[in-house]
């Protein structure tokens, strides 16, 4: 007997010899294939194939965590322990899920970056890569199915809901391609490099200057000088600013486009309050679109 058929039973016998009170409140008690993801992007994916029939719980839903240098925590590696599956973004972008695995080979798990659409592309931020989405939602619903085969068409018809909907956002996507084509924009941080891809706007920053923001370290000052020029001299038409990762270097890049009368499209790693997957992912997407074609006027 798997370890959710198991659960399930024991919930089972808990409710029907105690009553529901008696049972508690941890959501291993429900009977219900339990799924965690890392951060809330990737546990709001799980949740929209999830639905009522299994529990989803997300490690990182702060706003203000950097992924990249987040600690887990006892309590986060038991969850993951203890879960059904586990739903994570790899490449890098989340290695404590990483080290928390390394002790669990035969865990169930749907890693993003595996499923990205182009493995010649390494950029670890696939969740703006809508293709790899689509690949991701596809799986959690293969992998939920698998484990708990009662709700199998449940789980298949909300991925294909999903999907459908996602098609908004790569709308809008492409509508951007359509009226700002080939647009130049800076970025503090290689973020949104497959929303910019799909949109056919042309990143202007130096890569070295992007990456050493993104690893912490500190940008040669050519790379700076180069990534200011972009700003005071107009090269550009918008700066995406990874807001939930900013320093004081950051910050001044900013600043000086805001100096320059360039508009500053705020993006961040983690689902502001309030939002899923999808609203998010459409606010990105018509952020861009407000800030390219207000400075083309």
Known sequence: MSRFALRAAVAGLCVAALGVAACGTDHRDSGKPQVVASTNVWGSVAQAVAGPDADVASIISDPAADPHSFES????????????????????????????????PAKRTVQAYELRADKNDDNEHVWYDIPTVTAVTAKIATELGDVDPTHRQGYADRAKDFDNRLREVSAAIQRIAAGAPHAPVAQTEPIAHYLLLAAGVVDLTPHGFEHAIEDGTDPSPSDVAATRDLLTGRKVRALVYNSQTEDKLTKDIRTTAQAADIPVVAMTETLPAGVDYLEWQLRNAESLSVALHSEAQ
């Open 73 to 104: 925590a006892p309590a986060d590696a038991a969850r993951v322990t203890d879960a059904d599956l586990v739903v994570y973004n790899g490449g890098g972008y989340d290695s404590f899920i990483d080290k928390i695995l390394a002790a669990e």
